[in-house]
């Protein structure tokens, strides 16, 4: 059974840093490229930062480069996104990704609240 479980969600203040993690299971974890996603109320979902099967290759959305870093753990089977100085605007939920390598697996996370306010 294929999971996707994100933690490390919840309320910060602006400038505030948070790291979210997902653990996956039920998959050959390092057979796949990681993604986070988010969505906030009332906007299409957006490809936040992606990493690929072996961690040498990262790409960020412009809005978030330069203050998050996706990072994995094949050994953990363990995706991590850190971010730094928060915006009010990052408030999102955020949703952890797995693609296959030949895009025929697509797994999806149930997300987790990222709320930055004041």
């Known amino acids: 059974q294929v999971q996707l479980v994100e933690s490390g969600g919840g309320l910060v203040q602006p400038g505030g840093s948070l790291r979210l993690s997902c653990a996956a299971s039920?998959?050959?974890?390092?057979?796949?490229?990681m993604n986070w996603y988010r969505q906030a109320p009332g906007k299409e979902r957006e490809l936040v930062a992606s990493?690929?099967?072996?961690?040498?290759?990262?790409t960020y959305a412009d809005s978030v480069k330069g203050r998050f870093t996706i990072s994995r753990d094949n050994a953990k089977n363990t995706v991590y996104l850190q971010m730094n100085s928060l915006k009010p605007e990052d408030t999102a939920v955020y949703y952890c990704n797995a693609l296959s390598v030949a895009l025929t697996n697509d797994y999806w996370g149930q997300g987790t609240q990222v709320t930055v306010s004041s």
């Open positions: 990493i690929n099967s072996n961690g040498a290759t990262t």
């Open positions: 039920g998959f050959t974890f390092s057979r796949y490229r």
